[in-house]
């Protein structure tokens, strides 16, 4: 099982990324996803997550309204829009596979680094 | 989703053994048996340690293990090794696809 993150950088106050998660070693279809953010020296915040056919989303109410997660089966990848960029966003981000069954985190990308500064 | 509360850091010898405690509240560590623990050494992603409160995922050592009472949750290092000097996360789902984590707790082998 691997995921690999990208599209992090440094962005001002107020602009947009795109954040991508690349899947391979099991049927990505199959799995619901979930992005978390972890600030420099913070713990980690949940963020979002989607269920395997895009059915169901929830967003924590920190992005809820700026951030917008997806998923493209075909392609085995999940992406996070985030629009309305603060400061506080700063953060690496990781998207991690849910169980199987039950609800926690079997497996996480390395995560991308986002910067929102002027 | 107020995060759950953590000690900032635990500290043992090897051999010795440590407990992390993680208190929620009666919407998420006392509603659910979903609580999950999360090992992070620096620069790293973290890695599942303990699902659904007490069980381990094939791999994790069983000097690794968890429990819960109430709305409190707790993950004991048994026989404490240098390699287990990190950050732990514990995490609880706090219904409807929602999910709130501890703030962290750094364990030291001295």
């Known amino acids: 099982v691997q995921l690999v993150e990208s599209g992090g950088g440094l962005v001002q106050p107020g602009g947009s990324l795109r954040l991508s998660c690349t899947a391979s070693g099991f049927t990505f279809g199959t799995y619901p996803m979930a992005w978390v953010r972890q600030a420099a020296g913070k713990g980690l915040e949940w963020i979002s997550y989607i269920t395997i056919e895009s059915g169901t989303i929830y967003y924590a109410d920190s992005v809820k309204g700026r951030f917008t997660i997806s998923r493209d089966n075909a392609k085995n990848s999940l992406y996070l829009q985030l629009n309305s960029l603060r400061a506080e966003d700063t953060a690496i981000y990781f998207c991690a596979r849910e169980g199987s069954l039950d609800p926690y985190f079997d497996y996480w990308g390395h995560g991308t680094l986002v910067t929102v500064s002027s | 989703q107020s995060a759950l509360t953590q000690p900032r850091s635990v500290s043992g010898s090897p051999g010795q053994s440590v407990t992390i405690s993680c208190t929620g509240t009666s919407s998420d560590v006392g509603a659910y048996n979903f609580v999950s623990w999360y090992q992070q050494h620096p620069g790293t992603a973290p890695k599942l340690l303990i699902y659904?409160?007490?069980e381990r995922p094939s791999g994790v050592p069983d000097r690794f293990s968890g429990s819960k009472s109430g709305n409190t949750a707790s993950l004991t290092i048994s026989g404490l090794q240098p390699e287990d000097e990190a950050e732990y996360y514990c995490?609880?789902?706090?219904?409807?696809?929602?999910?709130?984590f501890g703030p962290g707790t750094n364990v030291a082998v001295l």
């Open positions: 995490c609880s789902y706090a219904g409807t696809s929602t999910y709130v």
């Open positions: 659904d409160v007490s």
